[in-house]
């Protein structure tokens, strides 16, 4: 295990990262259980493709 940090800089964004790390962990964890039906990948790409589309004229 890492040791703990002693200044409090470090030990924020070690709590920031732990919170995170949590929050991430649980969000998987909440959309592995989901028993709605998936994105089919050719419609999740073709939203992908979209916001790149639009992103590339600016």
Partial sequence: ????????????????????????RAKVEKAMASTEPGI???EVMAMARAIIDRHRGR
């Avoid at 703990?4 to 030990?11: K, N």
């Fill in 1 to 24: 295990m890492a040791e703990l940090p002693t200044d409090t800089a470090t030990a924020t964004t070690h709590d920031e990262a732990a919170a995170y790390d949590a929050w991430f």
């Fill in 40 to 42: 089919p990948h050719e």
